[in-house]
């Protein structure tokens, strides 16, 4: 089994997609994920790139995932170090690094800037990593 580390990014585009992460895959984020992505979907639902329903449909999808949702002192801990490592002005999403650091085989987002931002500090693996059975 592969334990794979998404952001909130990441989550959306799955729900809105329809994809069922294979069972092989375990999936785990901070958290924040489900906040993260509301803030994220109301957003797109003001700036008019979604309506109501639309969001509404994808966070159930979100809360109906099958995701691993951690939080605990460690994790926020090493957070921290890692936002001050990178020099980042919050731990949003030095908050994902941490739980793939901490929980995972790989973290996976559809933001490639922090992609490139955090590496050779976890290892990344693509979005379509998560639609096959095939382990990293």
């Known amino acids: ?8 990014l990441t989550a ?4 809105r997609e329809g994809i069922t ?11 924040s994920l489900q906040t993260q992505a509301l803030s994220h979907l109301y957003r797109a639902v003001r ?7 639309e969001a ?3 966070l159930d999808g979100i809360t ?10 460690v994790s926020r801990g090493v957070a921290w170090r890692l936002a001050e490592q990178l020099d980042w002005d919050d731990t949003t ?7 793939a650091q901490l ?28 639609l096959t059975a095939a382990n990293i």
């Open 64 to 73: 109906t995932m099958r995701i691993r949702l951690l939080g605990d002192r």
């Open 21 to 31: 992460v294979p069972d092989e895959h375990q999936l785990v984020a901070p958290k």
């Open 93 to 99: 999403n030095a908050e994902y690094v941490s739980v």
């Open 12 to 15: 959306v585009r799955l729900v």
């Open 47 to 53: 700036q008019g790139d979604l309506s109501k329903d």
């Open 103 to 130: 929980q995972a085989d790989a973290f996976v987002t559809v933001d490639e800037q922090l992609a490139r931002e955090v590496e050779g500090i976890v290892v990344t693996a693509p979005f379509e990593a998560l």
């Open 1 to 8: 089994m592969t334990r794979y580390a998404i952001d909130a």
């Open 56 to 58: 509404r449909a994808i």
